[in-house]
């Protein structure tokens, strides 16, 4: 599939917050878009779904089903995990896709019940089951803890490796981005600067490369504020 982004202007209030990008990305990808918080990731990923509308400039998405999973859990409270997922997926199993993100056994739970890091699971395992082509998550892994932040993350691997989804993410963490990206797109001052990194397949890469280049990005996301200061 192809993601398209041609001269993007997006402001609120008087406010921008895209200035002028443009990009594009092709193929089998995981794309995350990494920057500081303010830098206009959420504004980005939103226009990328059609939630919001540039200012001016195009968006082309060519995708069949699209996915997004918020920051916020977004479940409907008065019914169990297994209902959730069928009510945006009917006729789909949900006892697969909760198998998919570790819940088996918790089909029968309400969200109250569950922890926020299986009600987060529980977010992937509905976004997954509708089937897309191309899924959008905003900040996935934001408050967890490391241990259910590094099992999620392997459940993100595993999904978009078993399942051939496109993935574009926002994170302000240089180490989610090394860890499950294959093209990062690291973002400041309002998209005025903008640098590609292209990093591959994350399968092929050792916990010594994550750590090599969480640092690099790490210096890169200082050097740029840096800049705008």
């Known amino acids: 599939m192809r993601l398209r ?16 990008l443009s990009f594009e990305i092709s193929g089998e990808f995981f794309l995350t878009i990494l920057g500081s918080s303010g830098s206009g990731k959420t504004t980005l990923l939103r226009i990328i779904s059609g939630l919001l509308k540039p200012d ?3 968006i082309v998405v060519e995708s069949s089903r699209l996915g997004f999973i918020f920051q916020d859990d977004r479940l409907i409270p008065w019914i169990n995990a297994s209902e959730n997922i069928a009510i945006v997926s009917p006729g789909c199993e949900p006892a697969e896709y909760l198998e998919l993100v570790g819940l088996s056994g918790h089909a029968r ?3 109250s019940e569950m922890s926020g890091g299986m009600r987060r699971r529980l977010n992937i395992a509905r976004a997954i089951a509708f089937e897309p082509d191309l899924v959008l998550m905003d900040e996935p892994f934001n408050s967890l803890d490391v241990v259910l932040k590094d ?10 490796k078993e399942k051939k989804v496109n993935i574009v993410m926002v994170t302000h963490d240089p180490h989610e981005a090394a860890t499950l990206s294959t093209e990062i797109m690291l973002v400041q001052d309002r998209f005025r ?3 590609r990194v292209s990093l591959g397949n994350p399968y092929e890469r050792s916990p010594g490369d994550i750590d090599n280049m969480s640092r690099e990005l790490l210096r890169k996301m200082r050097e740029f504020s840096s800049f705008v200061q």
Do not use: C
């Open 56 to 58: 001016r400039g195009n």
């Open 151 to 160: 099992r999620l993350m392997e459940d993100i691997l595993a999904i978009w």
């Open 5 to 20: 982004a041609e001269n993007l202007y997006k402001s609120f209030d008087g406010e921008e917050i895209i200035n002028n």
């Open 109 to 111: 739970k309400y969200p």
């Open 193 to 195: 600067r903008v640098e």
